[in-house]
């Protein structure tokens, strides 16, 4: 597939191609140890104890599964923002805003939410970074000042180009994998209580439920959906037919791994005596953050300060990353017609500079938001995954639309692998809980209406046909959360409500694929180059 460098203007369709393998597999490393790292064992713990390694496995497989469908979506596209590229290319404008829009409400919201744990960390020796406002830390004027500059400063970088921005990633990468690891070793030989392990099921109910909910309430998918970033890049990526699924492949196993050894390290550096009432009532909150409460407990200021500056470093290069994706994934809306040409623009190092202005105006609103970084990381968990859940829809509606489009890596068994991708993409929307799923819903819905009126009143072709579907899907979801989802009305047994999930899912996902163009949408091929 052969594609030409693009120039600084609008006309031109195509993003530089400088990312190597190496940089892309950092990309994906460094966008998903970022904040989850400092605060997903802890909260992931107090939902499940002991058996939060089990969570942490689930979602992995969770995870992994998404990416091999997106690992041929991504090598069949090679185009940067395909997120917002595929739903369109498959069941037309409508499927395609609320992919795209979906995508970058959480992208554009990681950047500020990554800096707003920066501070939380900091604040433990700088505490007129927070303030303690009904249980979380909220920035005071002085920490809104310096997120900000944060904030800038990484606009910057992405603005300088994607060279630049990739030897960033690849030097904060080698530090970001190396003091997890490190941690987690020193937690492990420091402190070996290893009968918090046991029992390894809670017997508590409430935290045997949350063996499941730990997977989307407690960061841990959010930690390990950073994956994607190696598809968002994959219009600057060098040979992105074989480097694409492989760096989703190597950065998702390696990121696993360490976080992994970074909950078992938790879980046993925990004292026991603050136990005494389970791990559902841990309480290692604060200036701070929970892994700087442990290591102050246990004398080593060396490592307090190691981590302390690891909280400004790992959560800046995520920051970075997806202050860029969220600028591609805009940038690709423009391009297929979806938003205003101008997020189209291009600067002289080839970097979608409106879309990315853009990003950077929105990231410094959310950090007005005053919820903690639980409640936020849910709700973008949420957001992200209902935009990933149409990928299974649109790779077998591709395989029957596009049969004859070369595929370099093809997903094998993809029929069924489709099917329980989508199942499991459902489960996760559906652990999130009500309050959640019901406020992301509404931040996809009430948008794509106004999509609709707006493209309505300037006599385009909505193509409601393929996204009607959607709003089945999501209005179901959000219908089975708010009634027998845990603390709800008809609330059931969690194999109950797996089933029900799964019933459901399986009953739309047939509806979606025969919702599907009889032809892929012309307006989406203009960004791919000839066969």
């Known amino acids: 597939m052969g594609i030409s460098l693009p120039s600084s203007n609008m006309s031109s369709p195509h993003l530089a191609r400088h990312l190597t393998l190496f940089s892309m597999v950092m990309a994906v490393i460094t966008s998903t ?32 599964a998404l990416a091999l469908v997106f690992a041929e979506l991504g090598a069949l596209l090679s185009t940067s923002g395909s997120l917002a590229q595929i739903p369109l290319l498959t069941h037309g404008r409508l499927l395609g805003f609320i992919g795209g829009w979906s995508a970058w409400l959480a992208y554009v919201s990681l950047p500020a939410i990554e800096v707003m744990a920066t501070m939380e960390y900091l604040s433990s020796s700088f505490p007129f970074l927070t303030d303690d406002r ?12 310096l997120a900000v500059l944060l904030l800038v400063l990484f606009a910057w970088i992405n603005l300088a180009g994607v060279i630049w921005l990739a030897r960033w990633i690849d030097g904060l ?17 420091a402190t070996s209580h290893w009968e918090n392990l046991t029992p390894f099921i809670p017997s508590r109910i409430e ?23 190696a598809m968002d890049l994959a219009g600057e990526a060098r040979n992105p037919q074989r480097n694409v699924p492989l760096a989703m492949a190597i950065g998702l196993g390696v990121s696993l ?3 992994i050894l970074l909950q078992l390290a938790f879980l046993v550096a925990v004292p026991p005596e603050l136990l005494e009432d389970g791990w559902g009532r841990l309480a290692l909150s604060g200036h701070g953050g929970p892994l700087v409460a442990i290591v102050s407990g246990l004398g080593l200021t060396w490592l307090v300060t190691i981590l302390l500056v690891d909280a400004a470093i790992s959560p800046s290069g995520t920051s970075m990353v997806y202050m860029g994706a969220a600028a591609r994934v805009n940038w690709m809306l423009s391009r297929c017609g979806l938003l205003p040409e101008i997020f189209g623009k291009t600067n002289k190092a080839a970097v979608p500079s409106v879309a990315l202005l853009s990003s950077l105006v929105i990231g410094v609103v959310i950090l007005r938001l005053p919820a903690g970084w639980e409640g936020v990381v849910n709700f973008l968990t949420t957001t992200l995954v209902i935009a990933l859940s149409v990928g299974p829809v ?17 997903l ?6 489709c099917v329980v991708s989508f199942v499991l993409a459902s489960w996760a929307v559906f652990w999130s809980g009500w309050e959640t799923l019901s406020l992301a819903a509404l931040s996809i819905v009430v948008p794509s209406f106004v999509f609709l009126v707006i493209e309505w009143v300037r006599g385009k072709a909505i193509q409601w046909r393929g996204g009607l579907w959607w709003f089945v ?17 008809c609330a059931c047994a969690m194999q109950w409500q797996l089933l029900a999930v799964a019933a459901f899912a399986l009953a739309v996902f047939p509806i979606a694929i025969r919702s599907r163009l009889k032809h892929v949408a012309p307006e989406a091929t203009v960004m791919l180059a000839p066969d």
């Open 33 to 64: 140890i970022g904040s989850g790292w400092l605060f997903a064992p802890y909260f992931a713990a107090r939902m499940a104890g002991p058996a939060s390694l089990v969570s942490w496995v689930i979602g992995g497989l969770m995870a992994y």
């Open 207 to 229: 935290e045997s439920g949350g063996v499941l909910r730990a997977v989307s309430a407690g960061g841990i998918l959010f930690s390990l959906l950073g994956f994607r970033t």
């Open 134 to 145: 009904g249980g979380a830390q909220v920035l005071t004027t002085t920490g809104m000042g």
């Open 173 to 189: 990468t080698v530090w970001k994998v190396s003091i997890p690891v490190v941690t987690s070793l020193i937690l492990i030989v």
């Open 412 to 417: 094998p068994f993809s029929r069924p692998w």
């Open 394 to 410: 649109s790779l077998w509606s591709l395989r029957e639309q596009w049969p004859d489009r070369p595929r370099p890596y093809r």
């Open 473 to 489: 899907y999501v209005a179901g979801l959000t219908l089975l959360t708010g009634l027998i989802g845990d603390g709800r009305p």
């Open 257 to 259: 791994a360490i976080y």
